[in-house]
């Protein structure tokens, strides 16, 4: 089982909010760790969005807009993260990130489509 | 403006090396982890390196022994050593630094490794 597990694929509307997850591993408790979390275009590097550990201890990324926000689900020991307002632009791969013991450990990505 | 340029990237066969570098500006490269991701085709980004501020190193499990991350200072470059290539290390190499709280929050353009006969 992989360490971080994000779907897949979602869509969502222009104008709605897309809720990404990142789910950890089972036996990895996930009030333990800082989740990060990338935006992806095609033929580009991947830029940082956020990062979020608690409510008072979050990061957001230099320009990166505010309708991006993360949060944790405990009931489900997953990393979120929501995109509010949806736009076209927003249509990318998302990975999220964390720093375990054996390094860092990216998500499988999830692909974003606004449509 | 911080920015990280790649380079050193090829066509490399089986067995062989490659040193990738990374020419970082408007920063100060010491003070800051620096790191090398890479990105199969069509693939995920996965973490291949960090060199810390006081220079102990650390590798992905499936580079490790084989990959080595280095720093110049003087010359504000990082560098990677790829020896015993093999076709699965086929990717974009990404140079990153880090910020306070560990993120990723520059990156490079990357370059492109391709490891085949």
């Known amino acids: 089982q992989p360490v971080l597990t994000q779907p897949t694929s979602l869509s969502a509307s222009p104008g709605a909010s897309a809720r990404l997850t990142c789910t950890l591993r089972s036996g990895i408790n996930l009030g333990g760790y800082r989740i990060f979390w990338y935006q992806q275009k095609p033929e580009s590097p991947p830029r940082y969005l956020l990062d979020f550990y608690s409510d008072s201890n979050k990061r957001q990324g230099s320009g990166v807009p505010s309708r991006f926000s993360g949060s944790k689900d405990a009931s489900s020991n997953a990393g979120i993260l929501v995109i509010s307002g949806l736009q076209s632009d927003d249509e990318a791969d998302y990975y999220c990130?964390?720093?375990?013991?054996?390094?860092?450990?990216f998500g499988g990505g999830t692909k974003l489509t606004v449509l | 403006e911080v920015q990280l340029v790649e380079s050193g990237g090829g066509l490399i066969q089986p067995g062989g090396s490659l040193r990738l570098s990374c020419a970082a500006s408007g920063f100060t490269v010491s003070e800051h982890y620096m790191n090398w991701v890479r990105q199969a085709p069509g693939k995920g980004l996965e973490w291949v390196s960090v060199i810390y501020g006081g220079g102990t190193t650390d590798y992905a499990d499936s580079v490790k022994g084989r990959f080595t991350i280095s720093r110049d200072n003087s010359q504000s470059t990082v560098y990677l050593q790829m020896n015993s290539l093999r076709p699965e290390d086929t990717a974009v190499y990404y140079c990153?630094?880090?910020?306070?709280?560990?993120?990723?929050?520059?990156w490079g353009q990357g370059t492109l490794v391709t490891v085949s006969s």
């Open positions: 990130l964390i720093w375990h013991s054996s390094g860092a450990v």
């Open positions: 990153a630094r880090e910020s306070s709280t560990r993120a990723f929050d520059s």
